[in-house]
T-cell receptor, first 109, second 118 residues
Framework: GQNIDQPTEMTATEGAIVQINCTYQTSGFNGLFWYQQHAGEAPTFLSYNVLDGLEEKGRFSSFLSRSKGYSYLLLKELQMKDSASYLCAPMDSNYQLIWGAGTKLIIKP | NAGVTQTPKFRVLKTGQSMTLLCAQDMNHEYMYWYRQDPGMGLRLIHYSVGEGTTAKGEVPDGYNVSRLKKQNFLLGLESAAPSQTSVYFC?????????????????FGAGSRLTVL
């Protein structure tokens, strides 16, 4: 079966760095997405990885290891507005997204 | 720059009632999707459409029907609502056809429709 595993909740301090891990098992693989979802709002696109390695985009970076079925999202210089849920979503062989339950990130001053 | 618009945003139904959620996108996207989101669970795909006049079942299609008569609109219908259908419903669209791994299959979501079935 297809499975996504990411921590339910994480807490970090404003200005710090946090890494949100995601492990996955899918039927085939065509890349992995990270989305951000603030409470009560729609998910918005953060990053996409299809090859192994690190993709950097401002304060956010995303890493992928296809052989390990593993990805992480790295958030630097945390701001209060980064308090949100972060959704890991690999794409299977049918180009369908398989969504994790999300990691709720709480930023404390 | 409307993007994806869902109506209504909130609705309370009684068991057995019917209703339709409307999704409209102005980005000329081919692909449209209906998801539901429940606490502690990932987004689950209900139905999707790869183009005008076509629809397909997703992961949890039972109890729902959809129609895509116009490219810009994707309707989700509940014929006889049940309490298990209490959820937040998200519509999304994308422009990439299947068969490409370029990463352009980014979903644009609507703001969501919160449905409560009593």
């Amino acid at each position: 079966g297809q499975n996504i595993d990411q921590p339910t909740e994480m807490t970090a301090t404003e200005g710090a760095i946090v890494q949100i891990n995601c492990t996955y098992q899918t039927s085939g693989f065509n890349g992995l997405f990270w989305y951000q979802q603030h409470a009560g709002e729609a998910p918005t696109f953060l990053s996409y990885n299809v090859l192994d390695g690190l993709e950097e985009k401002g304060r956010f970076s995303s890493f992928l290891s296809r052989s390990k079925g593993y990805s992480y999202l790295l958030l630097k210089e945390l701001q209060m507005k980064d308090s949100a849920s972060y959704l890991c979503a690999p794409m299977d062989s049918n180009y369908q997204l398989i969504w994790g339950a999300g990691t709720k990130l709480i930023i404390k001053p | 720059n409307a993007g994806v618009t869902q109506t209504p945003k909130f609705r309370v139904l009684k068991t057995g009632q019917s209703m339709t959620l409307l999704c409209a996108q102005d980005m000329n996207h081919e692909y449209m999707y209906w998801y539901r989101q429940d606490p502690g669970m990932g987004l689950r795909l209900i139905h999707y459409s790869v183009g005008e006049g076509t629809t397909a079942k997703g992961e949890v299609p039972d109890g729902y029907n959809v129609s895509r008569l116009k490219k810009q609109n994707f309707l989700l219908g509940l014929e006889s609502a049940a309490p298990s259908q209490t959820s937040v419903y998200f519509c999304a669209s994308s422009y990439l056809a299947s068969g490409s791994s370029s990463g352009a299959n980014v979903l644009t979501f609507g703001a969501g429709s919160r449905l409560t079935v009593l």
